[in-house]
Antibody
């Protein structure tokens, strides 16, 4: 059974840093695409970041240069390092497993339950 | 900047059929945009319904189908049930590894 569990969400001050983790079970992170999607309170889903099997990484415009996606194959875990946090980064962050759909496209097939990040002073 | 568009809200009667659409602020949606569809109920994680335009994810009933209708991607729900009441999101591949979600459609069954 595929299970994704996010940890690391908390209240953080603007300008601060936070690292989210996504522990995977039922599959191997290193052989799959892994992504992060966020949802601000009362808002829709926003695509945040993706790491390919080969290690290439991609980011949405709103987080580019501030967030870094990575994975730890030894712990079967993906991470999202978030720096220079802003109030508008407040959201539930979902980890998701990706599957290749063609021509560079990746869709998400399994989702974690999410971790709440609140950026406020 | 290109925006993925969805109807903000839609309603359907129990047992009825509804088609939700997913478009682009500039241009048409095609199978090359690899539309996928997700549903989400309040407080829950999203669930994958459709990928690659019209392929149902594992365990998704065949009441849910995806297609291209005109210049948009479409999600059709037939025989709507009360528990289909959810938020529905489409996602399109924008190229260069990046995808984008639409704003979501809140579906009411009444």
């Amino acid at each position: 059974e595929v299970v994704l569990v996010e940890t690391g969400g908390s209240l953080i001050q603007p300008g601060g840093s936070l690292r989210l983790s996504c522990a995977a079970s039922g599959f191997t992170v290193s052989s799959n695409y892994m992504g992060w999607v966020r949802q601000a309170p009362g808002k829709g889903l926003e695509w945040v970041s993706l790491i390919y099997i080969g290690g290439n990484t991609y980011y949405g415009d709103s987080v580019k240069g501030r967030f870094t996606i990575s994975r730890d194959n030894s712990k079967n875990t993906a991470h999202l390092q978030m720096n220079s946090l802003r109030a508008e980064d407040t959201a539930v962050y979902y980890c998701a497993r990706g599957k290749y759909c063609g021509s560079g496209c990746v869709y998400f097939d399994y989702w974690g339950q999410g971790a709440l990040v609140t950026v406020s002073s | 900047q290109t925006v993925v568009t969805q109807e903000p809200s839609f309603s359907v009667s129990p047992g009825g059929t509804v088609t939700l659409t997913c478009g682009l602020s500039s241009g048409s949606v095609s199978t090359s945009d690899y539309p996928s569809w997700y549903r989400q109920t309040p407080g829950q994680a999203p669930r994958t319904l459709i990928y690659n335009t019209n392929t149902r994810s594992s365990g998704v009933p065949d009441r849910f189908s995806g297609s291209i209708l005109g210049n948009k991607a479409a999600l059709t729900i037939t025989g709507a049930q009360a528990d289909d009441e959810s938020d529905y999101y489409c996602m399109l591949y924008m190229g260069s590894g990046i995808s984008m979600f639409g704003g979501g459609t809140k579906l009411t069954v009444l």
